[in-house]
């Protein structure tokens, strides 16, 4: 199975920050990626497929970028709700793979 | 508009099966490039991607777990069902179904777009 990681693992931003997370396949994936943001509690939503393509209804201060095995979510200006956490997963091959999650909290 | 909804067990013994069904609308599972999948997460981990099933009626599981799950679609109820058998204290997790859609030609152009809620299934004696 392709082995999906993300890091940092966890961090704290304050509001207004352009933060990244990066996410690393252990095979070439092409642009078969997706990020996903989790709020505590709830299902996780989908933000990004094919590596850079927002989802319908996503803010643009969401953006992807990256293919082959590396690859980055960045928040260009962080709000106050997009304090959560965020998955990348690849869907290149079965069995699909998801990284293990990156927490963004207040600092 | 699509939506879906998991429903099932909140509490099942170990070794015992558990069934799943996700109940969804806004899509039919006879269009072609439609999908539905399965993902658990256990309280405080990273999602899994546990199976998913194509309008062709393609299936296709996890390698750790693909002995004990089956996936199956009744079209003319909108649903799908997942089976999990031997139920272990690990298994318990909240359990996802999503839409998937088709984006491109090829065949690795599915990805999971539409979430249910989530159904917290606890596994203990």
């Known amino acids: 199975a392709i082995r999906m990681t993300q890091s940092p693992s966890s961090f704290s931003a304050s509001t207004g920050d352009r933060v990244t997370i990066t996410c690393r396949a252990s095979?070439?994936?092409?642009?078969?990626l997706a990020w996903y943001q989790q709020k505590p509690g709830k299902a996780p939503t989908l933000l990004i497929y094919?590596?850079?393509t927002l989802q319908s209804g996503v803010p643009s201060r969401f953006s992807g970028s990256g293919s082959g095995t590396d690859f980055t979510l960045t928040i260009s200006c962080l709000q106050s709700e997009d304090f959560a956490s965020y998955y990348c997963?690849?869907?290149?091959?079965?069995?699909?793979?998801f990284g293990q999650g990156t927490k963004v909290e207040i600092k | 508009q699509i939506s879906l909804k998991e429903s099932g067990p909140t509490l099942v013994k170990p070794t015992q099966t558990l069934t799943l069904t996700c109940t969804f609308s806004g899509f039919s599972l006879s269009t072609s490039g439609v999908g539905v999948g399965w993902i658990r997460q256990p309280p405080g981990k990273a999602l899994e991607w546990l199976a998913l099933?194509?309008?062709?009626?393609?299936?296709r599981y996890s390698p750790s777990l693909k002995s004990r799950l089956t996936i199956s679609k009744d079209t003319s109820k909108n649903q799908v069902v997942l089976t999990m058998t031997n139920m272990d204290p690990v298994d318990t997790a909240t359990y996802y179904c999503?839409?998937?859609?088709?984006?491109?030609?090829?065949?690795?152009?599915?990805?999971?777009?539409?979430w249910g809620q989530g159904t917290l299934v606890t596994v203990s004696s």
């Open positions: 099933i194509y309008w062709n009626d393609d299936k």
């Open positions: 094919a590596a850079s």
């Open positions: 095979q070439s994936i092409s642009s078969f």
């Open positions: 999503a839409h998937i859609s088709k984006y491109c030609t090829g065949g690795s152009c599915y990805y999971l777009d539409y």
């Open positions: 997963q690849q869907y290149y091959t079965d069995p699909w793979t």
